[in-house]
């Protein structure tokens, strides 16, 4: 991951907060541009998915995998277990 592509997996984590812990998992990217060729090398690696992004559905929205939000925290923050369930865990 990039310095770029770890800037938009930041962004779509909510980090950095206060809490020091992940609050969403998405990011909406423009039509066109350098985050949306970002997000589709991401994707490409394994540490994103596209949920959307269709004349019908709207534009496209990103979430990262657990290996891409893993990759994107920094020393002393934490993912969201709502949203990252821990491994292991049924």
Not at 21 to 39: C, I, K, M, T
Not at 65 to 85: I, K, Q, V
Request: charged residues 20%; contains cysteine; glycine residues 10%.
């Amino acid at each position: 991951m990039n310095r770029d592509q770890l800037t938009l997996a930041r962004q779509a984590l909510g980090l950095p907060n206060p809490r020091r812990q992940s609050y969403a998992n998405h990011f909406v990217a423009p039509p066109r541009g350098e985050a949306l060729e970002a997000w589709g090398e991401m994707i490409r690696a394994g540490l994103a998915i596209c949920r959307t992004g269709s004349a019908e559905a709207g534009p496209a929205t990103f979430a990262l995998t657990r290996a891409g939000a893993d990759r994107a925290l920094a020393p002393g923050e934490r993912l969201n277990p709502t949203d990252f369930p821990p491994i292991g865990a049924h």
